[in-house]
């Protein structure tokens, strides 16, 4: 997949068939005519052609008629329901990416979207910019996806598949801090060998950059790079995402389909949160990684794969082999050299090298000119503790650069709880993986939060997934 930016929008392209098509038609369901109205006409400003429908009934004809790259729906519609529409769109254009719009009473049926297929779902009511994030989001995931579905043949090109929190492992930003300086030491020392690297720390601290960077110092540098969010495959799943599958092994496999280890061959396969994968799947990864060889979903054929497994994780996996939620065998194996990737509070004297970083990538995405912080937004940020670390740094900035009509970020664009964050203790990581009335710490979070899930999720320090799986498992329905 390539990534190419025009006119402030990033336009995206998948590959398929050879071929980079654009994503330039979307199709937004939506029976408040208002706001349809209005999200059609701004993303219609970005360079998208926005096509409307009203109700489930015109979107489906509309499908028919024409082929969309993306279908934007609200989950309730007068005469559907998203979920039946996600499945009419994958029946009639399996190509087609699909977002649900929610509203905060409907996690429970969005997380049930994901598991059919849904790319990702964006909270009602929301401001139209934030779409764009959500869109970004989703496109970054179905990079692996993208790359899965091509067909090889002997003259096919090995299609490069490298994804990551920062636009690419080139601007990799080192960082001056003494922490900084290990931790790159230690990505360059490991990078050469062919060891199985266990990348540990809290969530946006950019684990996936930092696994792309140990694979460019790499021999297999050349070859693909394919990143799985394991918190997001449903363990029904996991083993056709993983070692792929026949066509006619399964309702719905219409295509074969080859699986995440067959298309990182010669390269590398980053398992980002490996510790959310039930027992079952672990069982099939270690057999994977003891045997080198995969077996697709209803194939008698092994294949032997050559893959180097760099994973990571925010919670304690020594403490989820104690509880026997994590095989011991799978963790040793994984962790042949572990690396503690630094929290932005623990190397806060890079905070403003990457301030500037995020800077620049904002103002290309959104075409602005936006030199740099005013004071006392470098005071906000100075004195902020940054729970959600390098992602919730890049958010922030990219929304201030969005809202500044000036050469310098003013205070009033950056979010309230920056600005009048008083050294309150966050709720961290190691006290929600670790906390017994863990259901008690998720409403908390969302109470503080506004019950808004991003923002629950970066309090509680985990990824949105993780917290859209532990909502579920509580019958939480906020």
Known sequence: MITLKTKGVETFY???????????RILVVEDDVAFGK????????????????????HARKQMEEQKYELLITDLKLPDDSGLNLLEYCQSVSADTNIILMTSYAEVSTAVEAIKKGALDYISKPFRPEELLMVIEQAENKSKTNATLNVETSPKAKTVKHKTSELPDSSSFVKGISESSKKFNEYLKLVGPTDMCVLIQGESGTGKEVAANAIHNFSKRSNENFVAVDCGAIPKEIAASEFFGHVKGSFTGAINDKKGHFEAAHKGTLFLDEVGNLSYENQVQLLRALQERKIKPVGSNKEIEVDVRIISATNEDLLKAVADGKFREDLYHRLNEFSVHIPSLKERSDDLFLFTEFFLEMANKALDKNVVGLSKEVEEAFKSYNWPGNLRELKNIIKRAVLLTTGQLVPIDVIPREVVNFKGQAPITTQDFSKDTNEKQLIINALKEAGYNKSKAARLLNVTRKTLYNKMEHYNLEL
């Open 14 to 24: 998948f590959y398929n068939s050879y071929i980079y098509e654009m994503i330039q």
């Open 38 to 57: 209005m999200l059609s006409k701004f993303l219609e400003r970005k360079g998208f052609q926005v096509s409307t429908a009203l109700n489930g009934n």
